[in-house]
């Protein structure tokens, strides 16, 4: 029977256009281009105020400034940072040769720094002349020792932040636990078998895995163990209780840094292929790339079944590392889609570092998957606020609900510390973010309401809820 168009169809599609609800297209291609027309009649109007535009209003800076001032008082969630001492190896598992290029943001040459000492310091000077610093170095030391544990709580005090994710091997006695949340690193379960190859590869990694080691030894001493279980069960045990304990101990989530030694992407090998491989060369014997990288898939896949099961999120860095060896196209965060997109993890939080930086534009079709999250962190402190504005403007468009600031602060050198990368990076961010708003209000694409909203989930409210304790 040929379906008839009746007028009370017609009404109830300009309804549900109107209404933003998709509509129930005609059965008829007669009703079909009857309903466009009366819909565009009817509708013009109206969906012309609501429709965007390709360019800015004239109004765009007072939008700005508004939205500029609005998000100065939002108390910030920072979802990644390294905060500590500059003589505190614990700040991170992996460190640096002195030799590597740091980008020019990251440099003591950078003016930024210098408001920032300024601003956080009353640093008088406009520059980092040695002589010059060595006043800021005093000053810091003097407020360290006025303030005691409370010093770095200061800090994220004078920056506007509330809580603060510290990416740590260990928590110090000077981050206060009402502010830092402890995240602890997991690369180090991936290197049980003989590293002298992978070692030897470079500078970077000459370095590194030496670090990995000593963490894996480190996690042995805290499991009372003498040396590695030679039984592959016994392992896996092992690491499910040192993530036990360490979430007892505070923790909140892990975090991988494996993209610094090898590829993003991982097979699925089955747990016995793995144990064989464990078995094999636990005491030591050189291990052939192949099954080396087996037996470490298996391993990063249990290590996420694990965090699943503790309900801890898994940070990953997923963007270009630092370092001059870093490989970029084995650490591309698209490597990991096999895993992000498989629904046997749709109980894993991930959280991805630094939003696959430069592949940011790719990578955010990733968050489609309800578990997948990005951060900002780092590329906050490679971009400034103008081109950060551009990555987040694309982000906030898509998934906004999905999307979380972070700091990565680190110390970068005795002069320049967390304490200036946390200035920096959360005072480009807030104007990053202002920016990128203004534009999506400016342009009629959200309201003003609406971008007040998205400041608060991208400032802090989507990482407060990831990291609520079970
Ligand atoms: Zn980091």
Redesign the pocket.
């Known amino acids: 029977m040929r379906p008839s168009c009746t007028f009370d169809s017609v009404r109830t599609q300009i309804f549900l256009l109107n209404g933003k609800v998709i509509p129930v297209i005609g059965r008829s291609r007669r009703c079909f281009v009857v309903t466009a027309v009366v819909t565009q009649l009817f509708t013009i109007k109206a969906v012309a105020a609501a429709q965007a535009q390709p360019f800015p209003s004239a109004g765009l800076p007072a939008i700005y400034e508004k939205l500029r001032h609005e998000i100065a008082s939002i108390k910030v969630f920072d979802n990644?940072g390294?905060p500590g001492l500059p003589d505190d190896t614990d700040v991170d598992a992996m460190s640096l040769p002195a030799t590597s290029s740091l980008p020019f943001r990251l440099r003591e040459e950078n003016p930024e720094f210098v408001s920032a000492a300024h601003a956080l310091f009353g640093y008088p000077y406009a520059d980092f002349s040695r002589e010059h610093v060595s006043s800021l170095v005093k000053e810091k030391q003097r407020l360290r020792e006025w303030l005691g544990p409370a010093y770095f709580s200061h800090i994220l005090d004078q920056v506007g932040i509330e809580t603060a994710v510290a990416?740590r091997v260990s928590m110090p006695s000077y981050l206060q636990p009402t502010r830092f949340r402890w995240v602890f690193f997991v690369d180090a379960f991936l290197f049980p078998l003989n590293n002298q190859e992978l070692a030897s590869m470079n500078p970077d990694l000459q370095l590194n895995v030496p670090l990995e080691e000593k963490l894996l030894h480190r996690y042995l001493a805290q499991a009372h163990l003498g040396q590695l279980p030679g039984d592959f069960a016994d392992y896996l045990a092992f690491i499910s209780g040192i993530l036990e304990a360490n979430q007892k101990a505070g923790a909140v989530g892990i975090k991988f840094e494996i993209a610094y030694f090898r590829p993003l992407l991982f097979s699925d090998p089955a747990q016995q292929q793995a144990a064989a491989i464990y078995s094999k060369y636990v005491r030591g014997g050189k291990v052939p790339d192949s099954e080396y990288q087996d037996l470490q898939d298996f391993l990063f896949r249990y290590l996420l079944r694990e965090a699943a099961r503790l309900q801890l999120p898994v940070q990953i860095?997923t963007a270009v590392g630092g370092g001059d060896y870093f490989n970029l196209s084995g650490g591309k965060v698209m490597n990991l889609e096999n895993i992000l997109r498989d629904p046997r993890f749709e109980k894993v939080t991930f959280v991805l570092?630094h939003g696959g930086f430069p592949y940011e534009r790719e990578a955010i079709w990733l968050a489609a998957r309800k578990n997948v999250y990005f951060d900002s962190?780092?590329m906050g402190l490679f971009l400034y606020p103008e081109q950060l504005k551009n990555a987040l403007r694309q982000w906030l468009e898509l998934f906004p609900e999905k999307i979380m600031y972070g700091s990565?602060t680190?110390p970068i050198s005795d002069s320049l510390g967390a304490e200036e990368s946390y200035w920096v990076a959360t005072e480009s961010a807030r104007s990053a973010l202002a920016a990128a708003l203004a534009e999506m209000v400016s342009e009629k694409e959200i309201s003003d309401e609406q971008a007040v909203a998205i400041a608060h989930a991208y400032l802090h409210d989507t990482a407060a809820r990831i990291y609520e304790r079970p």
């Open positions: 990644h390294h990416n860095h570092l962190s780092l990565d680190f």
